[in-house]
């Protein structure tokens, strides 16, 4: 049941979550990036920022906790009625990421193209934020209508 429920909310929701979808993958995959590149941060004078800020197994396990968290929460998305407030508090800890990365790369001082990307990321799950916020809102309005029926379903 809940395979076909994952099955439908992809095919029905992607197109309006694609920007979560890619940026959820994004986080992920910078995880992955750091696994594979234990040395990055020390050989990289652009990651000095970000190096004095938290090591960088601290940024790997953050990454893939972040990264993993919001796919998870895509994936079940709409099948628990706290799904949205999921997806908002992942797009938030998500902005957290992005705009410590904008900032790192531009107090490094070497301005480069990591500052076309990262700050955009930023805004863009900054809107995520606001449409998750929302779709939050409508689902607690909903369930404040509706009368409860079952008390072992999840409605907390």
């Known amino acids: 049941m809940i395979l076909a429920h994952i099955k439908r909310s992809f095919r029905e929701t992607f197109p309006v979550r694609a920007s979560e979808w890619a940026l959820a993958a994004m986080i992920f995959n910078w995880g992955i990036i750091l696994v594979f590149n234990d040395d990055l ?3 990289h004078p652009s990651y000095r ?3 004095d800020t938290m090591a960088q197994d ?4 953050l990454c893939l906790g972040v990264g993993g968290f919001r796919l998870l929460v895509l994936l079940i998305n709409g099948a628990w009625r706290r799904s949205p407030h999921l997806r908002a508090a992942g797009a938030f800890l998500s902005i957290l990421f992005w705009f410590q990365i904008s900032m790192g790369f531009a ?3 070497t301005w480069g193209t ?3 990307v990262y700050p955009v990321l930023l805004l863009l799950d900054s809107y ?3 449409r998750a916020v929302t779709d939050a809102a409508v689902s607690d309005e909903k369930f ?3 009368p409860s029926t079952d008390a072992g379903t999840l409605h907390h």
Do not use: D, E, H, M
């Not at 601290?58 to 396990?61: D, E, I, N, S």
């Open 107 to 109: 107090l490094v001082g």
């Open 114 to 116: 990591a500052l076309a």
């Open 41 to 43: 941060f020390a050989s």
């Open 58 to 61: 601290c940024w790997t396990v």
């Open 144 to 146: 404040k209508r509706q």
């Open 128 to 130: 995520n934020a606001i």
């Open 49 to 51: 920022v970000l190096k």
